[in-house]
């Protein structure tokens, strides 16, 4: 089966400056999942949507970061302005359902640096 | 909140030495507990998982033991290659929500 796609591989920008992020999760896997990935940490959940409705987003600067999932399959995310520490590798994943009993699948991330 | 800590890396090892990567938990209730590796240029993927206390979860000849009563899945292999060679990262699913560690690098020179 495909994988889940992501793009851009890599991004640079300068702050202030807006950018956006699409991911492609794997054919029919209800619950998508944006994470951040700062150097030297682990993944940390931005946001997550089960089909077309957010699951959880406490976690998500909402005043600079937005996401959506039209038609519950494909999600694009959105850094507006972006600040020097959103520097990170942001990775998209999918499962088929909600919960840890279905393994997520991971896409190869977007990296982005902020100038 | 959840939490998850693993050992600061890198761990440096020989061709076929003994690994363990240390990893333990706070959760509220009994999660599922999770093994993610992630190898140079690549995402994130599952190595193994355990969903009680006592499960042994095994792959690739990487196996880790869910111990309630330690609140610890230390990842183990008894003799590690150069292809593993890439970041662990221990995780553990809390409300639906998967929480990871900082991962731990393990280099392996042969």
């Known amino acids: 089966e495909a994988g889940v796609a992501q793009s851009p591989r890599y991004k640079i920008i300068e702050k202030r400056q807006s950018v956006a992020f699409w991911c492609n999760p794997i054919s029919g896997h209800a619950t998508l999942y944006w994470y951040q990935q700062i150097l030297g940490q682990g993944p940390k959940l931005l946001i997550q949507f089960q089909n077309n409705g957010v699951v959880d987003d406490s976690q998500l600067p909402k005043d600079r970061f937005s996401a959506e999932r039209l038609k519950g399959v494909d999600s694009t995310l959105k850094i507006q302005p972006a600040k020097l520490e959103d520097s990170a590798v942001y990775l998209c994943a999918s499962s088929l359902v909600l919960g840890g009993t279905s393994p997520l699948h991971f896409g190869n991330g977007t990296r982005l640096t902020v100038t | 909140g959840d939490s998850v800590t693993q050992m600061e890396g890198p761990v440096t090892l020989s061709e076929e030495a003994f690994l363990t990567i240390n990893c333990t938990y706070t959760?509220?209730?009994?999660?599922?507990l999770f093994w993610y590796v992630q190898y140079p240029g690549e995402g994130l993927q599952l190595l193994l998982k355990?969903?009680?206390?006592?499960d042994k979860g095994s792959n690739k000849g990487f196996e880790a033991t869910y111990r309630k009563e330690t609140t610890s899945f230390h990842l183990e292999k008894g003799s590690v290659q150069v292809s593993d060679s890439a970041v662990y990262f221990c995780a553990l699913e809390g409300f639906q929500k998967l929480v990871f560690g900082t991962g731990t690098r393990l280099l392996v020179s042969p």
């Open positions: 355990a969903t009680k206390a006592d």
């Open positions: 959760a509220t209730g009994y999660p599922s």
